[in-house]
């Protein structure tokens, strides 16, 4: 099946620096990616939608020059925490529609556990 | 109110029980339900996918969808201690759009 990977798979970093996220689709090509966070116990939150070759588009209430994504190949979403702070400390997880017609499937990541000090 | 409502449990049942997960929402435009299993620390993972209204069938796991209730269920049959994850609902109005998760429900069966 296809698979979608997010690299690094955990990070640490302190207050006040940028951390890049990737999510790359391995085996097909995705217009469209989410980013999504996940808080401890609680379910997933979609903070934007990644377009290629166009702005994302942002969930109400998140900050787009605090998370700045940038989908520049058919295969790669890129999300950086600028500024991190410790309540950005979280589960942070991309899936991608398979993009065939009729296709209801969404691919996810494996997820990149961030803590910020 | 949240678009999808869901039980976070924790829900604890021995080994070889029927378990029953249920989700609802207030959307009627929903038209595409799904059940994603989240292990621990790891992204989710497809288990069930349904459109609109009606049963279906994969191995020990039942999804159904009552739209005219706005509800869905996951029933899992002959439960097994490796089912022990959290089982999240997903809706979605069409195929590209974006998804709404419930919050996830602790399961743990035990041995």
Known sequence: GAVVSQHPSWVICKSGTSVK????SLDFQATTMFWYRQFPKQSLMLMATSNEGSK???EQGVEKDKFLINHASLTLSTLTVTSAHP????????SAPNGLAGSYEQYFGPGTRLTVT | QKEVEQDPGPLSVP???IVSLNCTYSNSAFQYFMW???YSRKGPE???YTYS???KEDGRFTAQVDKSSKYISLFIRDSQPSDSATYLCAMSEGNFNKFYFGSGTKLNVKP
């Not at chain 1, 996220?21 to 790359?24: D, N, P, S, V």
Request: glycine fraction near 8%; charged fraction near 20%; hydrophobic fraction near 30%.
């Open chain 1, 87 to 94: 309540e950005d400390s979280s589960f942070y997880i991309c």
């Open chain 2, 15 to 17: 080994e070889g029980a």
């Open chain 2, 46 to 48: 497809l288990l069930m």
């Open chain 1, 56 to 58: 994302a588009t942002y």
């Open chain 1, 21 to 24: 996220i990737e999510c790359r």
């Open chain 2, 36 to 38: 994603y299993r989240q």
């Open chain 2, 53 to 55: 209204s009606g049963n």
